[in-house]
């Protein structure tokens, strides 16, 4: 009860009706309606870089239907302990010196230990050291955990609503909605920007892409960084066989994620791999201004970063963010 009133239901700046009528537009009104509010809230054509670490990889407890690491499916993933903090932060020199700005540490946990929220603590310190922003995604965390790492300097934490209110009973069990919204809460009183997104192409509806980027939008405060993802269909995994979405209707979501967060990083996240470069290029042009550069997500490919650079190329992009 004290946790509603500390933080008051959505403020509705957007309605459902709202977000349907986007979504309804014909496809070159809304793409031009996101372009132009892209234009007024960023640098034309420019894309913000990050790199992408796991770790600690698979055996997580949680049934997330589309998840290749979680000990629910057998998708044949070796499962890594926690990397030591000197590995770590091997990578993330590496990363810098490629040219990545910000450091993304994820764990396939429901939530993190004391000794393992620790070390992690710890690698927030060096990696931040080596003048990076930095970002993890550890699944659920308490008050005093997020307090924790924002001491350390952590600058954004990764939790996804992933899909609607309705349709997430449908793809993890093991946890609420809710207790999605209490995490993200705890990392927004501690200080921590917020990086919260979905994916798409779960065989959810359009009705649930909706209430995704209407609960999204209608935050106490928007997210900072939205991640759009595509789903990886992962063999093994119970979404190995979900029905294709429309890439038009992926290229939608971009742009209605655009309208109603303008002043949001919207990430062109997992499912780059598949797509082609003239899909990527509508969902840059409807206003995805982020993407994850290196060949492999957390346990999936990434396009390989000879093939992203040539596409920033042709395309005239920028990475100065
Ligand atoms: N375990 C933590 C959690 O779930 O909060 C952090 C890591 S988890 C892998 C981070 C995000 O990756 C998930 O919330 C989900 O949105 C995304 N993800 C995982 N598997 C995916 C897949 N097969 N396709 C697309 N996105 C995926
Ligand atoms: C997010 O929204 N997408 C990234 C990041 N946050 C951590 C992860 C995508 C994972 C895709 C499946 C995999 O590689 O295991
Ligand atoms: Fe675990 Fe995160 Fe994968 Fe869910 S998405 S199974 S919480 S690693």
Redesign the pocket.
């Known amino acids: 009860m004290q946790e509603a009133q500390k933080h008051p239901p959505p403020a509705d700046r957007w309605s459902h009706e709202d977000v349907a009528a986007l979504y309804a537009l014909p496809f070159s009104e809304l793409l031009h309606r996101a372009h132009e509010v892209h234009r007024a809230h960023f640098p034309a054509g420019d894309v913000q870089i990050s790199t992408l670490l796991s770790i600690k990889t698979g055996a997580?407890?949680?049934?997330?239907a589309?998840?290749p690491?979680?000990v629910h499916f057998d998708t044949g993933l070796d499962a890594e302990r926690l990397m030591p903090v000197d590995a770590v932060v091997e990578k993330a020199r590496a990363a810098r010196d490629a040219g990545a700005k910000r450091f993304c540490m994820g764990a396939?946990?429901?939530s993190p230990r004391p000794a393992q929220l620790e070390a992690i603590c710890e690698m927030v310190r060096e990696v931040r050291a080596l003048g990076l922003e930095t970002c993890a995604t550890l699944?659920m965390l308490e008050p005093d955990q997020a307090e924790a790492l924002a001491d350390a300097g952590l600058d954004y934490y990764n939790h996804n609503l992933d899909t609607s209110e309705a349709y997430y009973r449908e793809i993890?069990t093991t946890r609420t909605y809710d207790d999605r919204l209490r995490t993200l809460a705890a990392v927004r009183d501690a200080g921590l920007a917020v990086c919260c997104g979905g994916i798409v192409g779960m065989g959810e509806q359009r009705e649930d892409r909706i209430e995704l980027l209407r609960t999204l939008a209608n935050l106490p405060t928007p997210p900072e960084s939205v991640p759009v993802n595509h789903l990886v269909a992962v063999p093994g995994t119970a979404l190995a066989d979900a029905p294709p979405l429309d890439p038009l209707e992926f290229v939608r979501t971009i742009g209605v994620a655009r309208i109603v967060m303008p002043a949001s990083r919207v990430r062109l996240s997992a499912g780059r791999e598949s797509m082609s470069d003239e899909l990527q290029a509508l969902c840059f042009h409807a206003g995805a201004n982020s993407i994850f550069c290196g060949e492999q997500l957390l346990t999936t490919a990434n396009p390989a970063t000879a093939h992203d650079r040539a596409l920033f190329e042709r395309l005239g992009l920028t990475t100065a963010a």
């Not at 997580?60 to 997330?64: K, L, N, R, Y």
């Open positions: 997580c407890p949680e049934d997330c589309y998840c690491q979680s396939a946990y429901r699944g993890i």
